[in-house]
Nanobody, 128 residues
Framework: QVQLVDSGGGLVQAGGSLRLSCAAS????????AAWFRQAPGREREFVAG????????YYSDSVKGRFTISRDNAKRTVLLQMNSLKPEDTAVYYC?????????????????????WGQGTQVTVSS
């Protein structure tokens, strides 16, 4: 089984950067697709970025592509989300997630139901 702990959120001005970290435990993490989702108050949880089990493929929502970068280190059992050029509309609670499959399909990786394990969430607030 996999346990996830999110961290790295905070308050940042528009145009600034943050790096979110997800610490994973469990032997199956290296076989698990991982992703970041976000949810703002009154909004549906939305896909931000995903990465397959071996870092062969990455996927991004159109709203963050070119600004955010997802990466993972299976040896260290971590998933990172580097967020640059932040905008006020990026304000949300960000959640790390892991699946029970390797995952290399953007259609599969972009929906919350594909993920069995979730972090507790970390707040990102971008001021204007």
């Amino acid at each position: 089984q996999v346990q996830l702990v999110d961290s790295g959120g905070g308050l940042v001005q528009a145009g600034g950067s943050l790096r979110l970290s997800c610490a994973a435990s469990g032997r199956t993490f290296s076989n698990s697709a991982a992703a970041w989702f976000r949810q703002a108050p009154g909004r549906e949880r939305e896909f931000v970025a995903g990465i397959d089990c071996s870092s062969i493929s990455t996927y991004y929502s159109d709203s963050v592509k070119g600004r955010f970068t997802i990466s993972r280190d299976n040896a260290k059992r971590t998933v990172l989300l580097q967020m640059n050029s932040l905008k006020p509309e990026d304000t949300a609670v960000y959640y790390c997630a892991a699946a029970v499959f390797c995952g290399r399909s953007p259609q599969t990786m972009g929906v919350p139901r594909s993920y069995a394990y979730w972090g507790q969430g970390t707040q990102v607030t971008v001021s204007s």
